[in-house]
């Protein structure tokens, strides 16, 4: 099993950023995708879920109208599009599966380092 994460950098404020979740070694479309975010001295904080078929999408309330969570079933793809990236949206930032109704991670990834500065 096996989730890629791609797409940080360093932007500045205001800036975007496309993350892109490669996911292999599971059934993909079987499984609850969410974005998760640790900063610096902090614990992990989860930023968005989107269910099995792509119908729903959940996000916590500091990135809402900024990032858009999506998936493509076919690929084994998931992608997070943040826009209007803030400081307080730097971390490093996790993709992670969890079967339906489930509330623990199946499967993680290793990260990719989202850095918003001027």
């Known amino acids: 099993v096996q989730l890629v994460e791609s797409g940080g950098g360093m932007v500045q404020p205001g800036g975007s950023l496309r993350l892109s979740c490669a996911a292999s070694?599971?059934?993909?479309?079987?499984?609850?995708m969410d974005w998760v975010r640790q900063a610096p001295g902090k614990g992990p904080e989860w930023v968005s879920t989107i269910t099995t078929g792509g119908g729903n999408t959940y996000y916590i309330e500091s990135v809402k109208g900024r990032f858009t969570i999506s998936r493509d079933n076919a690929k084994n793809t998931l992608s997070l599009q943040m826009n209007s990236l803030k400081p307080e949206d730097t971390a490093l930032y996790y993709c992670a599966a969890k079967k339906p109704g489930q509330y623990e991670y199946d499967y993680w990834g290793q990260g990719t380092q989202v850095t918003v500065s001027s």
């Open positions: 070694g599971f059934t993909f479309s079987s499984y609850d």
